[in-house]
């Protein structure tokens, strides 16, 4: 056996035992879904005044649909809308006039700031619109968020519960028309998702998600506010942490809000992948690489490859495309929601591991537009485009 011959041989079977990890992995994540949401969700003992803060950047698609979902909550309690841009020409704004006519009753206030803080913009942001909450509790929620009905109450039932700090919440992707959203909601619903639940229920994952964070006026007090992590990539996941340091729990109640895709090209979609990607990879090194076994059906694929298209491979790869399209099902089951597109999952599953392999040659991520390379404390700093 030559030499050759044996470092394929050496890869075949290293990629065989990833792929057979992996579909353990997705067989236990489909079945820890489906127990994640059936557990029941809290209900408030009394219903305080909400400030809830949305930094705003654009006109996006869904906009208006996102925002009057938090206009339509089944809340008896007063709440307030706090509204940010950075510019005070910004087309968001002309949503902003649209939702008030469409909701004549609700306390809007609009904060158009241009100062920054440092190179995460959306805290710079949110550093503007603080002054004008008039209430303790503070939800902050992205401008690309949709919720139910029931998700103030909800939220506000689980924070009242002993020694919770904050609450933070899954979330699903809810794509915009077009190919690309679509196959970016596939990497939100079939593999951030099920592998957030999963490390909830082994407890290896310690989440706090920016597209919703709420808590009560004297926890962001103590905390110091969000001064420190305005050089922070991953702000959410530093807030959660700081959350913890003081001695209060994140919580996490079982159901989702509705996060928009919005990736219109292929570029845009990687862009975004690789961002997300590098993130997790800055923050949590360890577990960034054993997320490679999220990855079955690339590892399978590989297998055959590297197997000259050996028959136990190719058995192999089909295993793992059933495994990964049984977690979607199963998913789409627990989430209540139409089962369609099962045919963009395979491919998915290839470019997220494209994506997964380009994570570590840089740290550069693009984000709004602007370049920025990122430290090993997660922390932004101008970047020249490479």
């Known amino acids: 056996m030559n030499a050759a011959h044996l470092l394929a041989v050496t890869l075949a079977y290293a990629c065989a035992a990833g792929a057979i990890f992996g579909i353990g992995y997705t067989l236990l994540a489909s079945v820890l879904i489906g127990r994640f949401f059936a557990r029941p969700v809290s209900e408030p003992t009394s219903f305080p005044p909400v400030t809830i803060l949305k930094p705003l950047h654009g006109n996006e698609w869904a906009l208006l649909d996102n925002l009057s979902s938090f206009c339509r909550q089944d809340y008896p309690g ?29 306390d809007i206030t609009v904060v158009a700031d241009a100062r920054l803080y440092g190179p995460n913009r959306k805290i710079s942001n949110i550093l503007n619109m603080l002054p004008q909450a008039r209430h303790d509790v503070l939800a902050f929620a992205d401008s690309d968020v949709s919720v139910a009905p029931n998700y103030l109450r909800n939220v506000i039932g689980e924070l009242q519960k002993p020694g919770v700090g904050l609450v933070t919440c899954v979330y699903r992707g809810q794509p915009d028309p077009g190919f690309w959203p679509r196959l970016s909601a596939k990497a939100t619903n079939y593999q951030f998702l099920p592998g957030v639940v999963t490390g909830l229920a082994l407890g290896l994952a310690r989440p706090c998600f920016g597209q919703t964070i709420v808590m009560r006026r004297d926890t962001f007090e103590k905390i110091g506010g969000f001064t420190p992590f305005v050089r922070h990539l991953a702000e959410d996941h530093a807030i959660g942490e700081a ?57 399978a694929s590989l297998a055959g490859l590297f197997s000259g298209g050996a028959w136990w491979a190719c058995a192999l790869a089909l295993t793992a495309m059933c495994a990964r399209l049984a977690l979607k099902v199963l998913s789409d089951r627990a989430l209540r929601q139409a089962h369609r597109d099962l045919w963009l999952l395979p491919l998915w599953d290839i470019v997220s591991f494209a994506i997964f392999v380009a994570s570590f040659r840089s740290s550069r991520v693009i984000w709004r537009g602007f370049s920025f390379k990122v430290d090993g404390d997660g922390l932004l700093s101008a970047a020249q485009d490479e």
């Open 78 to 106: 007063p709440v307030q809308f706090v509204f940010g841009v950075h510019d005070s020409a910004d087309p968001a704004l002309q949503t902003v006039d649209d939702l008030r006519r469409l909701f004549p009753e609700a």
């Open 243 to 299: 959350v913890r340091m003081v001695g209060e729990k994140v919580a996490i109640p079982p159901f989702t809000i509705s996060h928009a895709c919005v990736e219109a090209s292929a570029r845009q979609l990687i862009a975004h992948e690789l961002r997300w990607s590098r993130t997790i990879r800055s923050i949590d090194p360890l577990g960034h690489l054993g997320s490679a076994l999220i990855h079955p059906l690339a590892f």
